[in-house]
């Protein structure tokens, strides 16, 4: 699964502070310098991740909205019994009010379709992670790749998608995945992350800046009449 073709809103949803700014463009957010070797994965052997047999755990911190205590936060690959959860979290990516231009119906639905192809069979060198409380409750995932920069045609890591659910809001989920994402990142040698992210999704790209994220390009869009809109994308290989 890629984001390059459709700019694909990599959203975390967060309680709302302000209305977001309407505007036509989406963003590419940069990280780089700032990763840090977290110690959340149980062993990194030549460059490739090896995670606990339970996963890991990561309690909520500041710098994302949370509950009145702090949690404990699991982290573990996704398995096939995650597609239910998937499906029902996958409207969040819309739910910040996408351009006029797109069709929230099927971006839902092309997301949904690429999460199950994922879990059927995992692209190599890719990683999709779960986010769950102690008691096992799903709370959020992330879906990460590697992609390689057209200018430096350096090979880095990119959070191709990232969502959490309501009941996830506020208890330091996002910043857990984020976090799980730079572990992974640097297990594989990458120097950054990269994102895409709506420009007039305000809550999401207020979280991505807390975590270290600032820009690197600017994606445009221009209608070609009707027909261009809302057209079926073609299946991501």
Do not use: C
């Not at 090896?50 to 949370?66: F, N, Q």
């Not at 979290?89 to 231009?101: D, I, L, N, S, T």
């Not at 057209?150 to 990119?158: D, I, V």
């Amino acid at each position: 699964m890629t984001s390059r073709a459709a700019a694909a809103a990599n959203v975390l949803f967060v309680p709302n502070l302000m209305p977001p700014p309407a505007s036509p463009r989406g963003l590419r957010l940069f990280k780089m310098g700032g990763l840090r070797r977290a110690s959340i994965w149980g062993a990194m052997d030549a460059g490739r991740m090896a995670a606990p047999r339970e996963g890991v755990d990561r309690r909520g911190s500041p710098g994302e909205p949370r509950g009145p205590m702090s949690e404990p936060i699991h982290i573990r690959p996704a398995r096939p019994d995650d597609r239910e959860f998937l499906v029902g979290v996958a409207p969040r990516f819309v739910e910040f009010g996408p351009p006029p231009w797109r069709d929230g119906e099927q971006m839902t639905g092309i997301l949904v379709r690429n999460l199950e192809r994922v879990l059927a069979a995992r692209p190599p060198g890719t990683e999709m992670l779960i986010a769950e409380d102690a008691a096992g409750t799903r709370l959020g995932f992330i879906f990460l790749e590697p992609q390689t920069d057209y200018f430096t045609e350096l090979r880095h890591g990119h959070i191709s998608d990232i969502a959490v659910s309501k009941e996830g809001e506020g208890r330091g989920v996002g910043r857990a995945l984020m976090e799980a994402a730079e572990a992974w990142a640097l297990a594989q040698g990458f120097g950054h992350l990269t994102l895409n992210v709506f420009s007039r999704n305000g809550n999401a790209r207020g979280f991505y800046e807390r975590m270290g994220y600032g820009e690197d390009t600017v994606r445009l869009y221009k209608p070609l009449g009707e027909s261009s809109r809302n057209r079926t994308a073609p299946a991501r290989e």
